[in-house]
């Protein structure tokens, strides 16, 4: 069964202090990993997708990593608006559906 | 480009009706998907429609069932409401394809409150 965590659960940083969300899987054939972010009662959206171990995307001030068992939301200097519950999720080759993680939720206090 | 639409924004019902709720794709999408996110818990998938079919459902009882239409928007219908059922329904589209990846996007979501 294809399975995501996320850790930690809750994380608090101060404006500019750089930290990274971990999330770990396990799916028989990665077609690919999905970040999304999540404010208080709307929609996620669409951060990245990544597709192979070794691949990094960016954007702004997140860089998000792929190994074979986990993925990094790296994120650097941020600020009080990059608060939100980031939302891991995957999918694999024989199947369509994604399987979400239960997400980190961030603040980054000014 | 028009993101993914979902209708009501929210919507009260009591124990026992029944409530429908609504989606419209990005244009283009073939695939629709639903989830529910209760307070404080993940997103658990519902339903996938695709092409007019229902692809999959999740771990949830038959009275979650949906429908797509022609022109590919899609509702979801909860029958014999529980007050369990209270959460943040969500709508996702995506391209299906097996030689792209595709990503889903997400609308704003229906708030769904059963007293």
């Known amino acids: 069964e294809d399975q995501v965590t996320q850790s930690p659960e809750a994380l608090r940083l101060q404006e500019g202090e750089s930290s990274s969300l971990n999330c770990s899987y396990t799916v028989s054939g990665l077609r690919g990993l999905f970040w999304y972010r999540q404010d208080p009662g709307k929609g996620p959206e669409f951060l990245f997708t990544?597709?192979?171990a070794g691949e990094e995307k960016e954007k702004e001030r997140l860089k998000a990593t792929l190994t074979k068992k986990e993925s990094f939301l790296h994120i650097t200097a941020p600020k009080p608006e990059d608060s939100a519950t980031y939302l891991c999720?995957?999918?694999?080759?024989?199947?369509?559906?994604?399987?979400f993680g239960p997400g980190t939720r961030l603040s980054v206090l000014p | 480009e028009a993101g993914v639409t979902q209708s009501p924004t929210h919507l009260i019902k009591t124990r026992g009706q029944q409530a429908t709720l609504r989606c419209s794709p990005i244009?283009?999408?073939?695939?629709v998907y639903w989830y529910q996110q209760a307070l404080g818990l993940g997103l658990q998938f519902l339903l996938w429609y695709d092409e007019g079919e229902e692809r999959n459902r999740g771990n949830f009882p038959p009275r979650f069932s949906g429908r797509q239409f022609p022109n590919y928007s899609s509702e979801l219908n909860v029958n014999a409401l529980e007050l369990e059922d209270s959460a943040l329904y969500l709508c996702?589209?995506?391209?299906?394809?097996?030689?792209?990846?595709?990503?889903?996007?997400f609308g704003p979501g229906t708030r769904l409150t059963v007293l």
């Open positions: 996702a589209s995506s391209f299906e394809s097996v030689s792209s990846y595709n990503e889903q996007f």
């Open positions: 244009s283009g999408h073939t695939s």
């Open positions: 999720a995957v999918q694999a080759w024989y199947g369509q559906n994604f399987v």
């Open positions: 990544l597709y192979s």
